[in-house]
Every structure is written in structure tokens, then in C-alpha cells.
């Protein structure tokens, strides 16, 4: 049994990873942090964890503990404060937010704000991509959760050589569930201005795009520039992303439905969380689980369309994190993961 | 062409004042005050009425206005430091706050909090008890939400002597959108917190509680206190309020379902706005429209169970305001207010 | 490892038997049933559980099989064509449908049908209150949806002489999500039907009724006939019910806030799946599991307000099933079902 | 006052229709057919209506009447079992089906069906594009809800020489409600699989694909082939369709935002019923109204991405009618149809 503590437990990724951690069976919550609720039990900001956590009270990130590791789930920038004093003390780290995502420089640019403590060492953790340098790493940057959904539903094209090469045009257009934005009350989530609507935002500039322009560079298996596009939308449901991939690729190499389906198959094969299927997958089947369906596979012309879910909060942020950490202690990655989603 | 000004038009009850008047044949909107938003144009605030407002601008309350009529549709306390200066300048007024639809002592009791212009001449305004005595007022106080649905759903009963006298209970168990809530987000209307849940919240102390039983007492034709109990809960819609009225009556005095539905046709009669149904009337076909539907009229022993409906914007609030001021302006009621409601 | 079975796979009961046992430890789903699906992989029908159950196909209720326990969850007056023949074969059965609820001559009477099966033995499935004999029993009839959240919030209060001597009335006022209508597409199903509205129905007399005064009657601990009135709503959600319970007592034997609470808290002392809370419990607490919280106990004069809320398939349904099943199995009975609610 | 008849007054555009003209100055509803329903009165059917028309029945398509103008809102194939006779009678049309928007033997392609009534002189009725034709037409054939979105938010591109000429890819990715789906109940439309869900569906291959491809190559002012795709999506909401365009064209020919900006402002500059935005548009703003919201306008290399948003069952279908109506029997476009969108 591996000990574990959350850096940052009030808002819904930290809240997630408490959620998935009281029942695992090889890692044992040892605190979470609040600022806010300091002193307070946990089971009271949490109620649907009430009888897991016993007593269990919210510490300051500042009070002493040792543990094996540490998810980090606060803001960007804020983790990067946290980050190197664990390591210094042999605390293993996943860290869900921005800051060891993009190197240093990047991260300056794409972020507009000074990185105050870039480390080399942290290994990108979309955990299918990267699943034994996981496995070595001290420190993980968990994938943001557009990129999870994203990169998952190409990794496959980008990772063969002549289909990579072929590729000309890949436009992910994403609908998300709101608590993406957030366990905090704004205009943007406020429920009349959710409800009955579909909210197109940063259309051309989501941060989220320099994270999947550098996955898709640094791992493809050609030297061409792919044009990657994004344009997210809220949706009015709260968990779930599903993303639209528009793949426009040379026409003389387009491919068959069936052909792709067995490069996907073929390249998941050993992937227990990401499900191929023939058909469109939906979000009921993944919510509350750390499984990504992809399917759908339609061409037309030379645009191959491909479909794409997860739930936002779990295979996009906690599930993640945990499958990675999994992976850092030594367990196996599905460990205390394994369910399927709710439906319906 | 009668001139009216609506004083708050950015939260929802004035926004909604705003949205009947832009089509309104006899009232024409002179200006809108936000404080927040002084100088912008109201058509930013509202983009469902661009290409209605030309390019009319909110302006601050202090500053000058001549109309017929003007709207109070700020926060209880603040209306009262409006409405006396108003009349003094002969300007009539409906006021949506809860400043003036109780006694002032019993405001300050409910409300808890002094009341600092108390005035004997305000008419409550559901119109449909007080049409004569609001054509003639200057201050008309605008009924709440709550007790709009729930007393429209009790008059014919209370307002016949015999019936009056054989009630023992009257529950109100009532189901209301989150736009009652207001347009501030807050936790209370953050969308993850309001999708999928049923949130029941002032369980026994509903300040509205105070108003129907005021009400209810004022215009019985029996002198017994008749017990009035009422639960609401916030349900995952935007507009709507449906109330379930549980009553409990003398069972000797048990009438059947069909002398009930004659009851109530016959008392609404002569009323545009409620309709009055064999079976259970839905939000749906109330939603953006001034009626009130009501019906169901089902009994179980000594229980006799009826349904209303009403769009809480509107005849719950900015479509009596409307009714009311067509009244006092000397309009039919009904003007600029008949359309149905919006279905599906 | 005990190997069950699910008569009727299809529906939303039994889809989520299916859920809840493949990740059960001590039960292994077997086989499970489809008239229309026969022979496809169930996996194809439950998307969310790919993976979960390899190649598993359904088969026809007619085919043969040997099992330690079946589930079936079919509709009323088809469920008592499987039970006695698999009582016969020395299976054990959880029945989900209504058929051994009521004395037969009761179910004749309120589902207005013959009864061509009875069985005395059928022990009622409300595990909280029947703990025992449940685990003795051949055949469980388990609880309908509503009775569950019902029955558990005033439990304490029949099961105690005084109190129980001193309710005059109780008003069960539910609020449920739209799964209890089950899978197959209908009218009342309809999304356009269903979202933005709130749809009283059988506003006084529901079927669960009959079942809610039986057992009131049956467990009290006061001879005195108790005023059991009933009124369902479907409000847009899809998993959960919370009912409002309007208890009315003798005005003299009115009880504190803190005595309910006590109350409470120690009947169900070692019940592992209620939660008492003083504030007002919520369904996402408890969506996804077998939880179910109650609290709120506000006092309006001889009116006590309770809140209780579980999620209809789970411990309203599916959950509540696994639970016995477990005891009927020799197995504690929260095996398999331990996990917390789904939040946000 | 003309009278005007609704041939398929049950679905959803059909009641929208009635729901139009309820409370039109210069159009009167003189019957609606409804083979099912055939002598119920309307309101019973759409109770928002009621009071509204009376004790007025749903009539059979095969009574006898005489009107000047008769919508036909039937599915395609039926209309053009009617069409002929009405206008051999002298009955002008408005078609709200598929039949008359293609070229008959297109139609027959696409929708793999023989046409049994060509009309060559159907206009087409996307009112923007074609509003002389339309006051002279005798039979108007009303656009599908997505061409209605998607073509007016590149309209002013198409109708540019230049412009035109430098689109290289128009991809529409829309996002719809529901009823879209129709009245009628199916698993597409089941509650519990649309709330938390996004369902993309015809990815490729959608009907209405070829109304956009034959409008855009018809009305272009380049005799360049575009090449146009499409793929919708239904969100869970009732009413509204938010379209996506990205539009990718020519590096060398890239506008800027306000240039863009212009250009629309300039080509709409007489359409009361397009509303051209800097900002995002949102599907609030427009539900309920007759309404097309066009913004966005925000580009990203060579791609211009465009937001337009209507409400499908007024602008998309029952609302666009009236307004092509209104040209054809003499009226002002906007008569009876000036109402903003429903906000919140």
C-alpha cells in the first residue's frame, strides 16, 4: 500500500482523485490540502464520500507530511511552487496542471507568465503514449484533457510513418461537459447561461493547442509540419468531452474504414482504457470511468472523420493521474480503475 | 402611447419588463438604470432585443426622467428608497420587490430589517383578486412568485365561504426553475450543482410563506385561520414553477373533482390568463407567456391535489408587473401580452 | 464465487445488475437474458461495459442453466412465470418486478390482474429493515423504487411505539429522474417532453402506494392506521429520486431537530448504506451508488420535513438486489457495492 | 386578412406554424389537418395554444376548403401528393418537406425515391437569397434547418467574385436540438440518451449536405467547385442549431476580422431578420424568434471560423415560412414574426 496525498482537494480534479483514491486498494489517502477549508473534514465538502474518508480534515500545503507521492491539482503556476521541494525530498509527483506540460520556453510564451522552476526530467503522461518512461519518472505532466481526447483519436496515423506523412489537415472540433471550467461559480457556468446552449470559446487560441501541436510534432513519424486546428464548445452537460476529428489527408493515400480500424486496433491492442469500436462511441459510455472510445472512422473524399470520448475529470485529469501514478509506484496501470462507465 | 422606465434592468425580472415592452403596442420604454452598466447599450446586455432597442443606453437612477410609469426591479430595501420620491412626482409605480406586498410591521418581522417608507395606499397586485383596486392605484406592490402560482391555485376555494370553512391544511409543495435565483452566479446556480438534482431549500421558512399567508387570511370568507405550510425546490429548468397543492379538507365537506373544476371555471370566468384544465397542466405550455394554467383537481380521501403552473419571469413577475401597469395606464390587461406559450 | 443470473438483461434494472456484478468479487455473472437480442454479444447493448464481459451473448429465458441465484428483472406478471420453477431447481431469486411484494390477494387487487403463482415465503427486500430474514430467504421480493427512499426516511419513526402512536399523517411528496420509466422510448420519455418540465403523475394512486401502507402497516409498532398519501413527479434528470416527506404528528408529541437526528443515526447504527446528515441531502451524493442520505428534519409547527435520496437503479433497484443477493449468498452485504456517489 | 391552412398540423413544425399565426395581424388560420387527431380540437394538442383558437378542429387532408395560402408540413414525400392539386386550384404553397428544394431527378439521388410531381418552378426559399422570386412565387419550397444556418453564414462570401474564388473548404460542424428529430418518440430522442450526451450522426452523408452543396455551386459567384462538408451533432437541448463554419481559403487572400465584419454588415444590410455580431453569437439570443445570429469571424492562419446560430423550428422551418408567406400574399416580411429570442 503506497501513501498518498492531494495538493489542492476542493476543486473538482483533486476532488476526482479522492474520489477514485478511497477505494483503491494500493494507494491510501494520507491528507488533501485546503487553503479555504482548512481543519474541516473532508467528507463535509465531499458528501458523496462520507463513511470512506472517516474523519479525515483538510490540511494546510504547508503542514509536514511524507508520503510516496503527491498529485499536485492546483492551478498553473501554483504548482510549479510545489513542485521541486517534493522531488527534493524523493516525493514522487503528478502534476495536473499546465506548468511541466511544454518546455520552459514554451510554457512562457503559450501562458504569458514566467516559469520559476522548469525541470527537464517531467515525462508528458498521456500514459498510452508514454506508458514505460511513466513508469521511471519522478515527476508526470497528466495531459491536459482536450489533448487526452485529441491525441488519442491520431496517435495512431502520427505514429506510422506513411500515414503521418499524408496527413494534411487535422481539425478537432470539441464539445465539453462544463465542469471542465470548474468547481467555481462564474457567469460562464452559471446554469441559464449553460442550459439550452452550445458556447464556441477561444476558437482559434486554446491553450490546449500548443500542447497538442508539440505532442504531434515531437511523436510524429514524419518530419512534415501537420496544420492542427481546435475550436472547443461547452455543451450542457456536466462530465464528457466528446471531440469531432476532421482528418484531411492526401487524396491518393486515403485509406478504407476497415484498414483503419485495424491500424486502431492493432495500435491499442495492449491499451486496457482505450476501447476501438466500428461505430460512433458515446459519452454515457465512458462518464465516471478512465476508459477513451473511439470510433466511427467515416471518410468522405479525403476527410476521414473520427470520434473520440472521454470523461473530462477522469482519462482527461484524476483517472489519468492515477494511471499514471499507478504506474510510478509499481502497480499495475488499471489498478483501482476498473469500472466501466454509467449508462444510462 | 403611455412612457414608462424600468429602474434594475439587468437583472432577470427587469430584463424580462424590458423584453415585453419592446413589442408592446401602448407602453414604450423611455430608459433602463444599471448602475454596473451605465452608458452601455442595453442591446449589449441583451442580445435576444438587438435591432429593438436602437441604440438606447442604461442610465444611472439619479439621473433625470419624466414617465407614466415606472418598473422597480432592484433587490427588497432598495426599492422603498425609490418609490416615495416617485409618487411625489406623480409618477405611477409597480414595484417587483417585496417592500410593499406586506404591512410594514410584518415586513419587518419578515424580513428583518427596518422599513423605511411605509406606504398604506399600495394595492397587491395579482390581478386577478384585485383588478378593480389596481386600475385605480399609484403603487402597485407586484406579487412574488411563489405565492402568484400558489394562490391562484387556492382562490376559488378560499373566497367561498363554505370551502373556506371546511379547509384544514393547505400544503404547497413547489417546484421552481433557477431563474428565480437570480442572473448573479453563485454556488447555488452553478451548473454542476443544479444538473441532475433536486435541491429543496428554505424548508419551512420561506419568506414568500409570510405573503400567502397574509393573503390568504385577508381574503378568506371564513374568519378561521387555515394552517398554510409550503416547501419550494429548485429543479434543473430555467423558467417555470409548478406547484402541487396539497389541501386537506373537512371530510364531510369532500366535493367531487367535477364541482371543483365548475368551482374554478366559474371564478376565473373573466380572466385572460387562467386557464383552467381537466388534467395536469405542464411549464411547458405556460413558458414565455403571462398564464397561469391550473387543473388536476384529483382527491384522495380528504386530500384534494391541484396543479398550476406559471412562467416565474412572467406572470410570476415582469408579465403581471405588465398586466398591472396596463391597468393602471388605462389599457385592457391583456395588451401586449397575448401569446402562448412556447412548445415544445 | 457464486454464479447468478439476470432474466430480462435489456432493461434498465437489469443493465444495471449487469454493471454492478462485473466488478462483483464474490458473484460472476453467468448468463443473462434477452427475448429480442438473443444471441448478440451483451457488450454490443452495453457499450459501457466492453471489455468487461468478454464475448458473453444473451440467451433466451428457455434455455438451460444452473446457477446459485437469478435476478429477475422483468416486468410485473412476468416475473411469476420464472420464479417457482427456479425455486423448484433450488435457485435462489431476487425478484425486481412487483409480483411478491403484496399478499397476492393485494397485488390482484391493486395491479388489477390474477395472480397465477403465489408465494408466502417471499421475504420484502428492504434490507435495512428485513436484514435477517433476507438472508434466509429463497425469494426476496425487492422493494419498488419509491417505497425505498420512502419507507427508509420514516422507518425509525414506525418502528418506535411513541412516535408511531403520534403521526397523524404522513405526505410522501418524490421527485424521481426519468430512468424509472424505463428504456423503451414513449411519450413520457420523449427529451422534448422532459426537459423544462416537471410531470405530476398518479397524483394519488400510485402503485408503490399500496406497497408503502403495507409495510407501514405491517412494521409499525402502533395498531393505529397511519394517513399515507402519496404524489410522484418526473422531473428532467435521469438517475435519482428525493422525497420530500411532509410528516404531520400530534402537535404535543412534537419532537427537537437533535432528537430526530439521535433518532435517526442510531436506528440505522449498522446499516452500512444509509447516511444520516443533519443538513439537506442531495442525489448527486448518492448517483452511481447504493447510498441513501437523509436528513433535513426541519420542524414547521406539527410538520416535520425529511429529505431522502437515492439513486432509483441502484439502491432503488439494481443495488438493492446485489445487496441481498449478497446475504442470501452468505456474503457481507456491501460486497461489490462500495463506492461512493458520482460528483460533480 | 388572408386565410391561410396547415396541411400536417400535429409534428413539430406544423404546431410551430399554428403557433405563428395565432397571433398574426394579417394571416388567419382557417384549419389545420391532422389525419390522426381528425376532429379534436387544436388546443386539446397544443394546450400553450389554448384560448387562442378556439373550439377550432384538426380537419382530413381530403376536406374540402379554400384558402390563399396552404403549409405543407409534412415528411418529404408526401408534400407532393398535395402540392399540384393546391396549386392547380390556385392555392399558393409554402413547402416545408424536402420535395420541391431539389432538382427532381437530385432529389430522386438523394433521397432514393421517385419523384412523382416535379415542379420547375419552385423557388427556393431561403428568403435573404431569393426574396423577389419569393413574392412572386406561387410555390416555395422552405429550406432545411441546417442549410439555413450553415448557407447564411457564408452567403456573403459565395456572393463575392473574389471572395468566392479564394475558398478552397467550407466545413460545417453543427450542433442541434432535438426537435429536430420530430414529435414522435424513438430511441434517438429517449431522455436518458440525449441528457449528458453528444450524438454526432450522419457524419458524412447527411441529406441536406446536398441542398447546401447545390445552393452554394448555384448562388457562387465563382465558377470554382467548393468543396463542402458537413457534419451535425445533437446536443441536449429542444430548440437551436449552432453552426461552426470553418472556412479555409487561399493564404495569399486572408481578410482581416473587421473586413469580414464589413463585408456581412454590408451584404445584410436590409435582412431585418440577420443580426451581424463581433462577438460570439448564442442560440439564446434567438430561440423562440425568427432570428440568425452571425459573428465570430476570428481567424487562425488560412482558416475563418464563423458562428451563426438560429432557432431550427422558427428561422429553420415554421418561422421562415411565415416570413416567406408574407411575401406572397403582399405582406412585409416581418409581419407578425418581431419578437426577440427568449433570454434567460
Do not use: W
Not at 473538482?12 to 494520507?30: A, F, K, M, W
Not at 472517516?54 to 507530511?65: A, N, Q, V, W
Not at 496515423?157 to 472540433?173: G, H, P, Q, V, Y
Amino acid at each position: 500500500m503506497a501513501e498518498v496525498g492531494v495538493i489542492g482537494g476542493t476543486g473538482y480534479t483533486g476532488s476526482e482523485i479522492i474520489r477514485l483514491i478511497s477505494t483503491h486498494p494500493n494507494q491510501e489517502l494520507v491528507f488533501a490540502t485546503s487553503r479555504s477549508k482548512e481543519g474541516e473534514r473532508i467528507a463535509d465538502h465531499l458528501p458523496n464520500l462520507e463513511t470512506f474518508l472517516g474523519d479525515l480534515k483538510f490540511i494546510s500545503p504547508e503542514d509536514s507530511f511524507d508520503v510516496d507521492l503527491v498529485y499536485t491539482a492546483v492551478p498553473h503556476t501554483k504548482a510549479m511552487t510545489y513542485v521541486p521541494d517534493f522531488l527534493d525530498r524523493g516525493i514522487k509527483v503528478v502534476d495536473l496542471s499546465a506548468d511541466y506540460r511544454l518546455p520552459a520556453q514554451k510554457f512562457e510564451e503559450v501562458y504569458d507568465t514566467p516559469h520559476i522552476a522548469p525541470r527537464n526530467t517531467a515525462v508528458y503522461g498521456l500514459t498510452e503514449l508514454n506508458r514505460e518512461k511513466v513508469a521511471e519518472a519522478d515527476l508526470v505532466a497528466n495531459p491536459g484533457c482536450f489533448p487526452t481526447g485529441a491525441l488519442l483519436s491520431v496517435l495512431p496515423f502520427l505514429k506510422n510513418k506513411d500515414f503521418a506523412r499524408s496527413t494534411e489537415l487535422i481539425l478537432f472540433d470539441s464539445k465539453t461537459g462544463i465542469s471542465g471550467a470548474g468547481a467555481s461559480p462564474s457567469k460562464v457556468t452559471h446554469f441559464p447561461n449553460v442550459n439550452g446552449e452550445v458556447t464556441p470559446y477561444s476558437l482559434s487560441s486554446h491553450r490546449h493547442l500548443a500542447e497538442m501541436k508539440m505532442i504531434s510534432s515531437a511523436y510524429s513519424k514524419s518530419n512534415k509540419d501537420i496544420n492542427i486546428e481546435f475550436t472547443p464548445h461547452i455543451v450542457p452537460i456536466v462530465r464528457g468531452i466528446l471531440t469531432t476529428t476532421h482528418m484531411f489527408i492526401d487524396e491518393d493515400s486515403i485509406l478504407s474504414k476497415s484498414d483503419i480500424f485495424e491500424l486502431y486496433k492493432n495500435y491499442y491492442n495492449s491499451s486496457r482504457f482505450v476501447r476501438i469500436k466500428e461505430d460512433v462511441p458515446s459519452i454515457k459510455s465512458v462518464v465516471g470511468s478512465n476508459f477513451s472510445d473511439i470510433g466511427a472512422f467515416e471518410i468522405s473524399k479525403n476527410r476521414i472523420i473520427i470520434i473520440s470520448t472521454i470523461d473530462n475529470l477522469v482519462k482527461g485529469a484524476a483517472g489519468q493521474a492515477v494511471q499514471n501514478a499507478n504506474l510510478m509506484l509499481g502497480f499495475k496501470e488499471e489498478v483501482g480503475l476498473l469500472s466501466g462507465g454509467m449508462y444510462p
